[in-house]
């Protein structure tokens, strides 16, 4: 299983994201991506007042729900916590085994992944 991994704060989510989402689908020939939406997104702490994660879970499943191939996920909110993409990547690897995870990020966080957590 190819399987996307697109993480964010998703407030709100936009169509910028869903367009992300789909292209990186047809272009890598993923199974499915993962619309991954952070509890506690630790790099906008204190930057401005943020959404409750339910509410912006809710938005993204109302987002993806008729789009093939997109799935919303609760996956970092039922993890608790601030939101680090290496255990998300560790824990979706311990529920997908054998899966190759394919990390989707906007050229925005391309410049940043040298701040990131591990």
């Known amino acids: 299983m190819k399987l996307g991994v697109l ?3 998703f407030d709100p989510v936009h169509i910028g994201h869903l367009v992300a989402a789909v ?3 047809h272009t890598l020939d993923l199974d ?3 619309l991954v939406v952070a509890n506690v997104p630790w ?3 204190g930057a401005r007042v943020i ?3 339910p509410d912006r879970l809710a938005m993204v499943r109302a987002a993806v729900d008729d789009v093939d191939g997109l799935e919303a996920s609760d996956l970092e909110i039922a993890r608790g916590g601030e939101s680090y993409t290496v255990d998300t990547l560790a824990e979706l690897q311990r529920i997908h085994p054998g899966a190759e995870l394919y990390l989707i990020v906007g050229a925005d966080l391309v410049a ?4 990131w957590e591990r």
């Open 43 to 45: 790099q906008k702490a």
């Open 7 to 9: 993480g964010g704060t």
């Open 23 to 25: 292209n990186a689908r």
């Open 32 to 34: 499915q991506v993962l």
């Open 51 to 53: 959404t409750p994660a």
């Open 112 to 115: 940043e992944l040298d701040t």
